[in-house]
DNA sequence: AAAATGATTTAGGTAAGACTAAATTTTACA
DNA sequence: TGTAAAATTTAGTCTTACCTAAATCATTTT
């Protein structure tokens, strides 16, 4: 049966703290999905309790993802990114106004809708974010992008994907356009601070790493 | 603060069921809401001691909406409206498929949303039921439609309104051309079961009072 | 008018999913 | 290596919204 809205955002939230490889830690979950770390130990008890278990979990040592977790998480992740794509194309969004909306949106839609969306967009790869969408049979697909800390003095690229949730964040971003799929060159690295200086369109911007770091890049 | 999922669930089946002026039972809402009678009470007398009250209730003597839970109810039906219109125009679904996404989309949508969808559909009038969608400002618009069962040998109309939930039902008369927006003629009358004879497009069919009473005409 | 029937309400209980406070385990560091 | 701090878990509550069973009210029939 369908996970809950609650349940799915669980497991839409483990995936994302171990992807880099790490169990999640209760105190990272429970500030991601604001809750008490106490909640947080209690569903995940709930969550691996289930037959089948989605998720893995010793006590004191983090949780993963069974590959039934996985497979729920990325069904989630599938629908929220393309939610996103799709009120951007057709109602007008720009692409960091859309996350809160989609957050909502992902839990109720059917299978028919994901599959009318994803046919009326063209099957996109990306959403606006630059985010790689979910197949749909569930596998991710590779990541071939470089984070745009790694660049060095010109070095240039085009920018994929914004990691990040913070609308002020992404508001900024876009001012300075520095948006999925422009063309962008490092024009300084300043190897005390790693700072980098970079040119997008028209505009130069200095940026630290808290920036540098969550704009990925396919190198040119 | 919005109401829950629940409760606006409940004020849409409760302006419904009032639309004829008679305030709705406990039973005739819990059949609605595939809810138990004594959850319906419950319910109630909760939504009556909010303030604002949602609702007017006695005991024993049925509910009818205040000011404040019919705004609220119309809220959701503009929702709803809007979002099976936008199915319909936006992603090639049939109007006889639309209920059942729209009732779960109906809860999570924003005010924005709300307001992009109607601004790109042109402000619509009717939904794909043809059922009037509530202004921006929550006025329910005038209907001067009447029911099919009203009319007699030789007179005609056009279809505004076909108004049910069930999708057998539904899908039935759309394979007949009974749709909204189809023109219509009485061919004949049976004074004894009130069956209609009707003509829509090239086809003929007999209609009984359970569907008659369903269709809404703009008499020509 | 009393009894039967049906509708409604009351009382008490359950499941999800959150919370606080207290107990425990792990980690860090002096 | 012992202790303090931080992280985590346990235990016990709360709220929402549902349920069943039993009691009460209203209506119809006799």
Request: aromatic residues 4%; contains cysteine; negative net charge.
């Given at each position: 049966?369908?996970?809950?809205?609650?349940?799915?955002?669980?497991?839409?939230?483990?995936?994302?703290?171990?992807?880099?490889?790490?169990?999640?830690?209760?105190?990272?979950?429970?500030?991601?999905?604001?809750?008490?770390?106490?909640?947080?130990?209690?569903?995940?008890?709930?969550?691996?309790?289930?037959?089948?278990?989605?998720?893995?979990?010793?006590?004191?040592?983090?949780?993963?993802?069974?590959?039934?977790?996985?497979?729920?998480?990325?069904e989630?992740?599938r629908h929220?990114?393309l939610i996103?794509?799709w009120?951007?194309?057709?109602?007008?969004?720009?692409?960091?106004?859309?996350?809160?909306?989609?957050?909502?949106?992902?839990?109720?839609i059917s299978e028919d809708f994901e599959r009318r969306i994803a046919a009326a967009l063209g099957h996109?790869?990306?959403?606006?974010?630059?985010?790689?969408i979910?197949t749909a049979d569930l596998?991710?697909?590779?990541?071939?992008?470089?984070?745009?800390?790694?660049?060095?003095?010109?070095?240039?690229?085009?920018?994929?994907?914004?990691?990040?949730?913070?609308?002020?964040?992404?508001?900024?971003?876009?001012?300075?356009?520095?948006?999925?799929?422009?063309?962008?060159?490092?024009?300084?690295?300043?190897?005390?601070?790693?700072?980098?200086?970079?040119?997008?369109?028209?505009?130069?911007?200095?940026?630290?790493?808290?920036?540098?770091?969550?704009?990925?890049?396919?190198?040119?």
């Amino acid at each position: 049966m369908k996970p809950s809205t609650s349940i799915q955002d669980y497991l839409k939230r483990i995936y994302e703290l171990t992807e880099n490889g790490q169990p999640a830690s209760t105190n990272d979950l429970a500030r991601e999905l604001n809750v008490k770390p106490a909640s947080v130990t209690g569903m995940i008890q709930k969550l691996a309790a289930e037959k089948p278990a989605l998720v893995e979990y010793q006590k004191h040592q983090g949780v993963t993802l069974t590959a039934a977790g996985k497979r729920a998480a990325l069904e989630v992740i599938r629908h929220h990114r393309l939610i996103e794509t799709w009120l951007v194309q057709t109602l007008g969004y720009s692409w960091d106004e859309v996350h809160e909306e989609a957050e909502r949106l992902e839990h109720v839609i059917s299978e028919d809708f994901e599959r009318r969306i994803a046919a009326a967009l063209g099957h996109p790869l990306r959403d606006p974010h630059g985010e790689l969408i979910p197949t749909a049979d569930l596998k991710m697909p590779l990541d071939e992008s470089t984070p745009l800390s790694a660049l060095r003095k010109n070095q240039s690229g085009k920018i994929l994907c914004i990691k990040s949730a913070d609308a002020d964040l992404l508001r900024h971003l876009n001012e300075l356009g520095l948006t999925p799929n422009t063309s962008i060159e490092v024009v300084d690295y300043s190897p005390f601070d790693h700072n980098l200086t970079v040119t997008a369109g028209k505009r130069t911007s200095v940026l630290g790493l808290n920036i540098t770091g969550r704009i990925f890049v396919e190198k040119k």
